[in-house]
């Protein structure tokens, strides 16, 4: 269906181009790393690193984070789907600056981690980035196929509808079980900038003190509301997870209920105004106050 | 000690037996994958060629301890707790596990940790030789051998169908026996090929620090899977008026580890917490004591979501100090 191989060797001519030219001051991309057993993040900066870059069935990697750390310099990326929607969402909220950036659209139809489909690959709605300024299809040409998405995934409204309280909490309970408090999903997020996390505020009663159970809701659903309408569901939080465990269904969840009411989808649009930035005096604060109540009335 | 030879069924009889007097701890698959834990099951046991994903050095230094309650006036300590019997430990995890002792007993034995010394000594160790090794595995350049560590009890080794027990103390003497046997031979002790040979000042600004640390995203899972990173912070936090001292593990890749109370902090960037870590294992811990703090078993290689080697770093150094003295 994909074919890496020339989706490698177009990538690593685009990569020469663009570094010969000037036109960037760095690529990102993705090497080989036989240890960690995927490809690990790479920043081609002259064109003979370029050769390096490489493109497979399990470069699951999301680098739109690091787009920020070269912020202020021109820097081309080689983007799937869901971290092009990462990208949009960083650019909607003013992290990045979309002419400093150059995204190589990497056709995708999902990502194999550890032998199984990567995380959120089975939410991911198309295999063609929704905006980008170089095409690398399927088969590596310029001309996107728009191949079929595996889209199994659950659709966390219906779940919650059709299961008790007990039920719900018995789910997150089981994954926060696992939880140690590495903060490794924060650190992968595209959404998680915060200069201080509200975890490592100093002097508040929701510091990391111990990985008890209540400093672990505290810190779960802290993000969860956090990244409400700005979860791009790149699936990064899952795959960095040293212990496996698995949260992103309240991501899917919020993001869900945020589509619903507010029409909002994270990602989609660099030049919509983000859900969270948004005022309305008629809103019906449904997501606060139930619905019934009217702003200022 | 002789040697005695047995097969697995009689190591798993004798665990059985063991789990009576010991909290037993063996590599056990949780999920999809294989870490020490304590072992409810004998027939879970996994002694083999694979290394757990994260070190045993939970058993000595849990990642979150108690280690005393203020409440009216009284102070409580530590409690005593009941043996712990590690068994399957690979040499890379038994060879950290003297770093840590040399650590936790610092200045030759002037400051000794309690906490530390109550696990430590309710601790009995058998280690298990590994028979290949894994991708990103380095022990070989890092003085430890791939069959055998000497700072435990007693030690397996893999010979065909069954085990080589050698028993090394005297805590380590009655913990499994067979019928007596030649002990396996042992390569003589490694060289520590990856070393650093250097001053502070001779790699501190001149290696290109930004370049090895650029894929870091700071998530400290090197740190977190480390057999011999240690560092930890103590908090105080008060509920109902009891107060409870805790140590937690801490973590260099993270940007508060060194925030201090002014609001300096002196490694804001992510390249100088990764040379931290580096030069800490490489540098600062030989100059204290007669060895490196890297025993080469790979796991933040290969747990690393941005690709950072430690291995790759340290030789790329080695070779820039090499040209610098041509």
Request: negative net charge; contains cysteine.
């Amino acid at each position: 269906m994909i074919d890496y191989e020339k989706q490698s060797l177009k990538l690593i001519e685009t990569a020469e181009k663009l570094l010969s030219d000037n036109t960037v001051d760095v690529v990102l991309g993705v090497k080989d790393n036989p240890e960690v057993g995927w490809p690990t993040p790479y920043f081609a900066r002259k064109p003979e690193d370029a050769k390096k870059l490489v493109w497979t069935e399990d470069c699951h990697v999301n680098l739109a984070n690091y787009l920020t750390e070269v912020k202020g310099k021109k820097a081309a990326i080689a983007a799937k789907a869901c971290d092009v929607r990462s990208i949009i969402n960083l650019i909607a909220e003013n992290q990045l600056s979309r002419g400093d950036i150059t995204i190589i659209g990497m056709e995708c139809a999902g990502k194999m981690q550890n032998e199984k489909l990567a995380s959120a690959c089975d939410a991911c709605p198309a295999s063609v980035p929704n905006l980008y300024d170089i095409a690398i299809a399927a088969d590596g040409s310029e001309t996107y196929k728009n191949l079929e998405m595996p889209n199994s995934s659950e659709n966390v409204t219906e779940w919650a509808i059709h299961t008790t309280v007990e039920e719900r909490l018995d789910r997150f309970m089981k994954e926060i079980d696992k939880c140690i408090l590495c903060f490794a999903c924060r650190q992968a997020c595209q959404g998680c900038y915060c200069v201080t996390c509200f975890i490592d505020r100093k002097a508040t009663p929701w510091e990391q003190v111990d990985a008890d159970t209540a400093t672990k809701m505290a810190f779960h659903l802290t993000r969860a509301m956090h990244l409400a309408g700005r979860c791009t569901d790149c699936g990064a939080c899952e795959k960095v997870c040293p212990s496996g465990v698995n949260l992103k269904y309240l991501f899917k969840g919020l993001s869900e209920f945020v589509e619903e009411t507010y029409d909002f989808k994270a990602g989609m649009d660099p030049e919509a105004t983000p859900v969270l930035d948004r005022y309305s005096s008629d809103d019906k604060q449904v997501a606060f106050l139930g619905g019934d109540s009217i702003v200022g009335i | 000690m002789s040697a005695y030879k047995l097969d697995i069924a009689r190591v798993k009889a004798a665990l059985e037996k063991l789990m009576e007097k010991y909290t037993v701890i063996a590599p056990v698959m949780n999920g999809d994958r294989l870490d020490y834990a304590e072992v409810t099951e004998v027939n879970d046991v996994i002694l083999d060629n694979q290394l757990p994903y994260k070190s045993p050095k939970e058993m000595v230094f849990p990642r979150v301890e108690k280690v005393m309650r203020f409440l009216e006036g009284k102070v409580e300590e530590a409690q005593d707790i009941k043996p712990v019997l590690l068994v399957g430990a690979k040499p890379c995890d038994v060879a950290a596990m003297r770093i840590f002792d040399d650590i936790f007993t610092g200045d030759k034995g002037k400051f000794q940790d309690p906490f530390y010394l109550n696990r430590r000594n309710s601790l009995t160790i058998i280690g298990l030789g590994c028979t290949d090794y894994k991708n990103g595995c380095f022990c070989n350049i890092r003085g430890t051998d791939l069959s055998f560590a000497p700072d435990c009890d007693g030690f397996l080794n893999m010979v065909g169908d069954s085990f080589i027990y050698q028993p090394l103390t005297d805590k380590g003497k009655d913990i499994f026996t067979g019928e007596e046997t030649e002990p396996v031979k042992r390569a003589d002790k490694h060289e520590e090929e990856l070393v650093l040979n250097a001053k502070e000042s001779e790699v501190f600004t001149t290696m290109p620090w930004e370049a090895y640390a650029e894929g870091c995203i700071g998530c400290g899972t090197c740190t977190y899977l480390c057999p011999t990173c240690h560092c930890f912070n103590l908090r105080d936090a008060e509920d109902k008026g009891v107060v409870t001292r805790t140590r937690v593990w801490d973590s260099c890749m993270y940007p508060k580890f060194t925030l201090h109370a002014g609001g300096h902090n002196p490694r804001t960037k992510k390249s100088e917490r990764f040379r931290q870590r580096v030069l800490h294992k490489y540098l600062y811990i030989p100059e204290n004591y007669d060895h490196t703090a890297c025993t080469g078993c790979g796991r933040c290689i290969r747990a690393c979501p941005g690709g950072l080697n430690i291995m790759n770093t340290v030789t790329d150094i080695k070779k820039r100090l090499e040209e610098a003295k041509k």
